[in-house]
C-alpha cells in the first residue's frame, strides 16, 4: 500500500437498501416486509429519535391490510427494481468500483418459512448482480437491513422466537448457492446496534406483544438470536463461497465528554463502550465482561442453547463495516440540550454546524472512529454509509447545484486519507445514499442524499427522472484521482 494517499485498489462507490429504492413492493411475489409498514413523517418530533414510533398490533394489521402504497412510501421506492440498469449505468459513468445494496427477504422467501425459494425474486438479483460485474462494479451484499418478512413478525415477534434463526439460515444459503460466482463480500445484519432504538424495524419485535417489564430483556434476546444466526451464516457464507468475505455492521455513534467534568467522562466512556459491544461479539466472539455484569445488574436472563459461546467463538468475521454520519456528546447532567441524528440523540456540541435535519457535521469524527475501530478490532474496514440530507432545488435549467453536499464529502474524506496515512487498513467507502431514495427514519423523498435527483416527491408525485447533480461530477473526479483531486 502506498504510504501517502488511498491505496490503489481502494473501493470508492456508494450504498443503498433495497427497502429505500426498489418499489414493487407487491410485485413477482413479493411478501409484505417490516419496511412495508413504514408511513411517511414530515415532522419527526425530536423526541422521537430516542423512542420508538408508535407501532402496535392494530396499526400493523391496518397497514398489512391496505393495499395502497399512497402513507407508504418505501412501498414505492424510486422504482429501482424496473429502473436498476439506467441507475448501474450512471454509477458507470461516476467510475463506481464497488455499490452495497441489500436483498430484502420477502422476495426470496415471502413469509419466510418457505421451503423453496421464489424464483422470481431470485433471478432479479441474478440480473442485478451480473450488470453490476459487466460493469465492473463489486456487489457488497447486505443479507438483513431492515426488510424481514412481516409473517415471522406477527407469528413470533420476529426475532425473539429462536426458530427465526434457521429461517434466517435458510434464506442466507439460498443467497449465497445462488450467487456465489457473483458476491464475494457479504454483510450480515445492518447496524445491528439499532435494535435498542427501533425493535420493530430492526428485529420485528411488536412492542405490545412484549409482557409488561420486559421489554428489554426480549431486545437482548431478539439480539442474541441474530448474533447467532450472524456467526451460523458466517461459517456457510465461508463453506459454499470459497474466498468470500463476512463483515458485521455498526452504527458508528461516535460520542465526546460535554465537558472534561469526570461525571462526563464515564458517562461517555460507557455509552461508548456499550456501542462498540454490537461489534464485539462479532469480532472476538464472545460477550464482553461489563455487559455480562450489567445484564446481571438489571436482572435480564439471555436463553442461551448449548453450543451458541462456542458458535459464535468459531465463527467470527472477516473484516468491519460501520456507518458513520455524526458524532453525539454525553454529559452526566439532566436538562441538556439535545442534537438529534440517525434515529438517535445527544446533547448538542455548540463547536459543529448541523444539517437541514439537526445532525451535527463532524468530519475530524471520522478519523477519530475509524483510528479507534482499527486500534480496537485490528480488521480491514470499510465505511458503508456516510452522507447527509439536503434539500436540493432543481434550476429552470434542470441543473442542480449542491455545493453543501460537495463540501460535506471533501471534508471526511480528507480524514478519512489521514486516517489511512497514520496506518488504518480502510479498504473501501460507500456513501449513503448514491442516488436520491426514500429516507430511513421519515420516509421522506425531500431529504435528499444522493449525486443523482430523482424527480419524485414526498407524495409520489413525480416522472423519477434521474438527473445529475454538480455533486456527481465533482465524485466522478474523486474517484478518477483516487481521492487525490477534491477541489
Not at 423526541?47 to 391496518?62: Q, T
Not at 480502510?426 to 449513503?432: I, K, Q
Request: hydrophobic residues 35%; aromatic residues 12%.
Amino acid at each position: 500500500m502506498d504510504k501517502q494517499g488511498f491505496p490503489k485498489d481502494f473501493l470508492w462507490g456508494g450504498a443503498m437498501a433495497a427497502n429505500q429504492v426498489e418499489g414493487a413492493w407487491n410485485v413477482d411475489g413479493k411478501g409484505l416486509s417490516v419496511a412495508d409498514m413504514a408511513t411517511f413523517k414530515s415532522n419527526l418530533k425530536l423526541e422521537d429519535y430516542e423512542g420508538h414510533v408508535a407501532i402496535s398490533s392494530e396499526f400493523i394489521e391496518k397497514a398489512a391490510n391496505d393495499p395502497s402504497d399512497k402513507d407508504y412510501p418505501k412501498r414505492r421506492g424510486i422504482d429501482f427494481y424496473h429502473r436498476y440498469q439506467e441507475d448501474l449505468a450512471l454509477f458507470a459513468e461516476m467510475g463506481f468500483k464497488v455499490l452495497r445494496v441489500s436483498i430484502a427477504w420477502s422476495r426470496i422467501f415471502p413469509t419466510g418459512e418457505e421451503t423453496e425459494p421464489n424464483e422470481k425474486g431470485l433471478q432479479f438479483y441474478e440480473n442485478l448482480f451480473t450488470e453490476m460485474n459487466r460493469l465492473g462494479i463489486e456487489p457488497i451484499v447486505t443479507l438483513s437491513h431492515y426488510e424481514m418478512p412481516l409473517a415471522l413478525s406477527t407469528k413470533y415477534n420476529g426475532w425473539v422466537e429462536r426458530s427465526v434463526i434457521d429461517d434466517f439460515v435458510r434464506f442466507s444459503q439460498a443467497c449465497f448457492h445462488r450467487y456465489k460466482d457473483l458476491v464475494k463480500y457479504w454483510l450480515t445484519f445492518n447496524e445491528i446496534d439499532s435494535i435498542h432504538r427501533h425493535p420493530f424495524t430492526t428485529a420485528g419485535i411488536i412492542p405490545d406483544r412484549c409482557p409488561e417489564g420486559k421489554e428489554e430483556e426480549i431486545v437482548y434476546q431478539a439480539l442474541h438470536h441474530q448474533f447467532v444466526a450472524s456467526a451460523r451464516v458466517t461459517a456457510d457464507c465461508h463453506r459454499i463461497i470459497p474466498g468470500s468475505q463476512v463483515g458485521c455492521m455498526l452504527t458508528k455513534l461516535t460520542t465526546y465528554p460535554n465537558t472534561c467534568d469526570p461525571k462526563d467522562v464515564e458517562v461517555t466512556l460507557k455509552k461508548n463502550l456499550h456501542n462498540y459491544f454490537f461489534a464485539d461479539v462479532q469480532v472476538f466472539g464472545e460477550y464482553p465482561t461489563m455487559i455480562e455484569r450489567m445484564l446481571e445488574r438489571k436482572n435480564i436472563h439471555i436463553k442461551m442453547d448449548p453450543g451458541d459461546r462456542e458458535i459464535l467463538r468459531e465463527h467470527t468475521v472477516d473484516f468491519v463495516s460501520f456507518s458513520y454520519y455524526m458524532s453525539l456528546t454525553e454529559s452526566a447532567k439532566e436538562g441538556m440540550e439535545k442534537a438529534a441524528g440517525n434515529t438517535i440523540m445527544g446533547v448538542k456540541n455548540p463547536y459543529l454546524p448541523a444539517t437541514d435535519w439537526g445532525w451535527q457535521i463532524d468530519p475530524v469524527g471520522l478519523k477519530i472512529s475509524l483510528i479507534e475501530l482499527y486500534d480496537r478490532y485490528k480488521k480491514p474496514l470499510i465505511i458503508v454509509e456516510n452522507g447527509m440530507g439536503a434539500y436540493d432545488q432543481v434550476e429552470n435549467d434542470g441543473s442542480i447545484h449542491d455545493p453543501y453536499r460537495i463540501n460535506y464529502f471533501k471534508e471526511h474524506f480528507k480524514q478519512m486519507k489521514e486516517a489511512v496515512e497514520e496506518g488504518v487498513d480502510l479498504f473501501g467507502y460507500t456513501s449513503w445514499g448514491s442516488i436520491d431514495l426514500v429516507s430511513a427514519g421519515t420516509s421522506q423523498m425531500s431529504k435528499r442524499y444522493g449525486f443523482i435527483y430523482v424527480d419524485q416527491d414526498d407524495e409520489g408525485n413525480g416522472t423519477l427522472e434521474r438527473k445529475k447533480k454538480d455533486s456527481f461530477y465533482w465524485y466522478k473526479k474523486v474517484i478518477e484521482t483516487n481521492g487525490e483531486d477534491l477541489d
